[in-house]
């Protein structure tokens, strides 16, 4: 797992549900009214620019945020609207995985630090991190 200020695989336990999140079809719905239209994010075909972030991601990130940035129950969703730009910017990113990030919006508990994704290799997950996001309307 990896990314971004978010919370993290070290669940707590009991954490069963995404606090302030609800799942409406292929929405995502946040507690702050906002809506990400996620149908259909696991049948887009990657362009070339972003396919070396989701290679990376899929090491590294998706077993607690899920294959597309969905969550899982191990770590939360990063095609979300709390991680739109203006609200958790590309450093953000980059930060959690360098630093680890205690939890703050979701009760997954921690995330630890990512000492095997260098720098590079953050940037090109934020870029396919924030494609998904753009293809889901977070921002």
Known sequence: MLIAVLSACDRSPGNDAMPGMGRAGGNLRHASGGIADTAGLRDLSVPAEFQRGQEVYQTHCAQCHGDVALGTAQGPPLVHIIYEPNHHADAAF?????????????????????????????????????????EAGVY
Not at 95 to 113: E, I, S, T
Not at 119 to 127: G, H, N, P, T, Y
């Open 94 to 134: 980059l930060l959690a995985a360098l630093r680890g990030v205690r939890a703050h919006h979701w009760g997954f508990g921690d995330m630890p630090p990512q000492p095997q994704v260098s720098r590079e290799e953050m940037a090109e997950i934020v870029k396919y991190v924030r494609w998904l996001q753009r």
